[in-house]
């Protein structure tokens, strides 16, 4: 069986300085190439995903050797690492619109659960989220598509409803990007 | 006399009362969500009241604006004086408008923001760097509209904003564009 070409990578923990560095290192003397990857702090604690390929680079590379070449990251108990084989998979465009929803309000539970239902109920997909609690302001900011032919007028007024009953607001807007 | 030249000429004297100095109020209090109400410029709780806005911005460090919202009345009423930020370009001092609206508004920037009413966030949003706005003067009720540019037209759109009940947090430009702040001015 010949080894995968494409592996997802997560490392999270105690944040540090030189985590990304040893774990790019490591990542390089197998010959792995980075593609995509995200990095974030959350409330101190380390969070990276980073998909990284073995196409035409040295040759197939076991998920095994993945985790050796990063098993340094783990050895002092503060960071735990995951190496997950995943296929390519291109997201194909079916004329989806995009949108900004902002949330903000007094913290309580339920806030992210009231409103992302809504984007679910209509077949929206969620492509990017941060949220963050700021004394008692909740704060959630997601990127999301709408599949052709959602009244997205209609998802707002659902979605503005829906923080009303939690007892927060939200805003809804076009992620217009400007031609040049 | 032109707009900008009456806006240049304008202090807080013109209001022939004493700002006081009042709490700003954070995220999440309702009020900051809240549609300003349209206001009589004359009358004498919006000169009060742009008064108080004046003389609270001018004892909050760094502070270029406040809104009615940020001192916990939903109207349209604010303030501004961006006249010592490195960023300014064209300024016209300080001043305070009431029921200000946006007429024109091109050449968006993208730039970081942070806001006294949201003191633990900052935001990248984008806004227009050239700016047409018209409002009213709070006392004598003068109606003015001024060509503005760079940071007054942003700290301008960022105080209407306030008045129409919108957050920097409203006008982020994604999931990623919020930050922790980590200097407070």
Redesign the interface.
């Known amino acids: 069986m010949s080894s995968p070409s494409l592996y997802a990578v997560t490392v999270i923990g105690h944040d540090r300085p030189g985590i990304i560095a040893e774990a790019t290192a490591g990542l390089a003397d197998l010959g792995l190439n980075l593609e995509d990857s995200t990095m974030t702090l959350l409330r101190g604690h380390f969070a990276m995903m980073l998909l990284c390929s073995a196409a035409g680079g040295s040759g197939p590379v076991a998920a095994a050797d993945v985790e050796q070449a990063l098993s340094p990251l783990v050895a002092d108990g503060d960071l735990d690492v995951s190496v997950r084989p995943v296929t390519d998979q291109p997201t194909p465009s079916a004329g989806e619109t995009s949108w900004?929803l902002?949330v903000?309000?007094?913290?309580r539970p339920g806030i992210v659960s009231a409103v992302v239902r809504e984007v679910a109920a209509v077949g929206g997909n969620i492509t990017?989220?941060?949220t963050?609690l700021?004394?008692?302001?909740?704060?959630l900011?997601?990127?999301l598509d709408l599949p052709a032919g959602v009244d997205a007028t209609a998802v707002g007024t659902a979605i503005d409803a829906a923080a009303e009953g939690v007892g927060?607001?939200a805003?809804l807007?076009s992620?217009e990007a400007?031609e040049l | 006399m032109s707009g900008a030249e009456r806006l240049a000429s304008w202090t807080e004297a013109e209001l022939g009362v004493e700002g006081r100095v009042l709490d700003v109020v954070?995220?999440?209090s309702p009020v900051l969500?809240t549609v300003g109400d349209r206001v009589d410029p004359t009358a004498p709780e919006t000169v009060q009241l742009a008064a108080d806005l004046v003389a609270t911005m001018r004892v909050s460090p760094g502070c270029v604006g406040l809104a009615a919202q940020q001192v916990g009345v939903a109207a349209q009423v604010f303030c501004v004086d961006v006249s010592q930020h490195p960023k300014a370009r064209t300024h016209h001092g300080t001043f305070a408008l009431c029921n200000a609206e946006v007429l024109e508004a091109s050449r968006?920037d993208k730039g970081r923001e942070g806001c006294m009413s949201?003191?633990?966030?900052t935001g990248d949003v984008k806004r227009a760097s050239r700016l047409v706005v018209r409002g009213f003067l709070p006392g004598t009720g003068e109606e003015v509209t001024v060509a503005t540019d760079a940071f007054e037209a942003r700290a301008l759109q960022h105080e209407i904003d306030h008045c129409q009940g919108?957050?920097f947090?409203?006008?982020?430009?994604?999931?990623?564009?919020?930050h922790?702040r980590r200097t407070y001015l």
């Open positions: 900004v902002t903000h309000g007094g913290d990017d989220l941060t963050r700021a004394g008692d302001l909740y704060l900011v997601a990127e927060v607001t805003t807007r992620a400007d | 954070r995220a999440p969500a968006n949201v003191p633990d966030l919108l957050l947090l409203d006008r982020v430009a994604g999931a990623h564009a919020v922790a």
